[in-house]
């Protein structure tokens, strides 16, 4: 399964329409959003997205966390803001939370997930914990090279994609 990675769109429009086509364009049979979404527009982004056959997944950041009304927002359109996610693909079992919470990240360590995914950073990474691998896509806004990333589950191949 081939799964899009993106986080800390803080409310850029303009680069989330970009990640969110370079994602579908890659193959992205699942969107994941690693959290500090930003914005209602975002999340209007995201449902469009769902809502056109491809899942979603998303995750509060630190800057989601605070806005009550992005939570409505987005409870109103069925999607949902957790702290922390938790699915399979294929036979792989994931984690995600925004990573800005040392106990979230703690907890799902604990669980040996094979995957987890965080943002927060704004940087990229691809480490392993144990038996867990540990992947941040990397942030659409505020860094040094805007990215989303694309992971296939089966082999492994992670791809970053520069916006």
Request: aromatic residues 4%.
């Amino acid at each position: 399964m081939i799964i899009g990675l993106l986080s800390d769109t803080h409310g850029n429009v303009r680069r989330t329409e970009t990640a969110l086509s370079l994602l579908k364009n890659a193959g992205a049979q699942h969107i994941l959003h690693c959290g500090d979404i930003g914005s209602e527009e975002i999340i209007n982004l995201l449902f469009e997205t769902r809502e056109t056959g491809t899942p979603v997944t998303l995750v509060h950041g630190n800057v989601d966390q605070w806005d009550p009304g992005l939570h409505l927002y987005a409870k109103q359109l069925g999607l949902s803001l957790p702290r922390i996610a938790k699915g399979t693909f294929d036979t792989f079992s994931y984690g995600m939370t925004h990573g800005h919470d040392p106990q979230a990240i703690n907890e799902l360590l604990e669980e040996n997930l094979d995957f987890i995914f965080t943002g927060h950073t704004h940087v990229p990474c691809d480490e392993t914990h144990g038996s867990t691998r540990m992947i941040n896509p990397g942030a659409v806004h505020r860094a040094q090279t805007p990215m989303v990333s694309v992971l296939e589950t089966r082999t492994g191949a992670l791809k970053r994609l520069p916006l």
